[in-house]
């Protein structure tokens, strides 16, 4: 079946650090993938997005590659801030319900 | 454009009470969702609306839970009675039609309503 796997946090980096959150997923066909972000106190904000193999996902300084060879979907950023500090979700579309990951807390000190 | 609200913002309820949240999606948007996030999860989806219809409430405590989505456009969902293990954040989103849209399968959420049951 469908299933999403993130690195387990908390993340815990010194700002301007370089940023990678691991994401791989197992599904059948040709989905879309999703990296989604949850400031505390707030909901889901959908970060970056791919729906093809090889695409790129892009926002905030963020990047995601879709790479259907390694079943991936790594969330990086070169150059992390304080306001970054949040809860990244990755997730994958197969249809038009989403799958989600646990979850990955990042917590950036000054 | 006007994202999807969610009221009220924070609960706090005895075991044993009722409660209900309300929703209102995204103007456009034929699918609405309800999502259950207990802390430190991911969201667990609890029923799918596609316009007034149910696609799936397969994860929906049905004995406890309620939800519906009159004339296709608000929606709210109940717990009756709510039990401690019903604390979490209930979370609405909604996407557009993805049987005619191009854009694929992107929701969009509201702040959340976090519901404490003491």
């Known amino acids: 079946g469908n299933s999403v796997t993130q690195m387990e946090g908390p993340v815990t980096l010194s700002e301007e650090a370089f940023l990678t959150i691991n994401c791989t997923y197992t599904a059948t066909g040709y989905p879309s993938l999703f990296w989604y972000v949850q400031y505390p106190g707030e909901g889901l904000q959908l970060l970056l997005k791919a729906t093809k193999a090889d695409d790129k996902g892009s926002n905030k300084g963020f990047e995601a590659t879709y790479r259907k060879e390694t079943t991936s979907f790594h969330l990086e950023k070169g150059s992390v801030q304080v306001s970054d500090s949040a809860v990244y979700f990755c997730?994958?579309?197969?249809?038009?319900?989403?799958?989600w990951g646990a979850g990955t807390k990042l917590i950036i000190k000054p | 454009e006007a994202g999807v609200a969610q009221s009220p913002r924070y609960k706090i309820i005895e075991k044993r009470q009722s409660v209900a949240f309300w929703c209102n999606p995204i103007s456009g948007h034929a699918t609405l969702y309800w999502y259950q996030q207990i802390l430190g999860q991911g969201p667990k989806l609890l029923i799918q609306f596609q316009n007034n219809g149910v696609v799936d409430d397969s994860q929906l405590p049905k004995d406890r839970f309620s939800a519906e989505r009159l004339k296709g456009v608000d929606s709210t969902l109940k717990i009756q009675p709510a039990k401690l293990e019903d604390s979490a954040v209930y979370l609405c989103?909604?996407?557009?039609?993805?049987?005619?849209?191009?854009?694929?399968?992107?929701?969009?959420f509201g702040p959340g309503t976090r519901l404490t049951v003491t």
């Open positions: 989103a909604s996407s557009l039609d993805p049987t005619t849209s191009a854009i694929s399968y992107e929701q969009y």
């Open positions: 997730a994958l579309g197969p249809n038009y319900q989403l799958i």
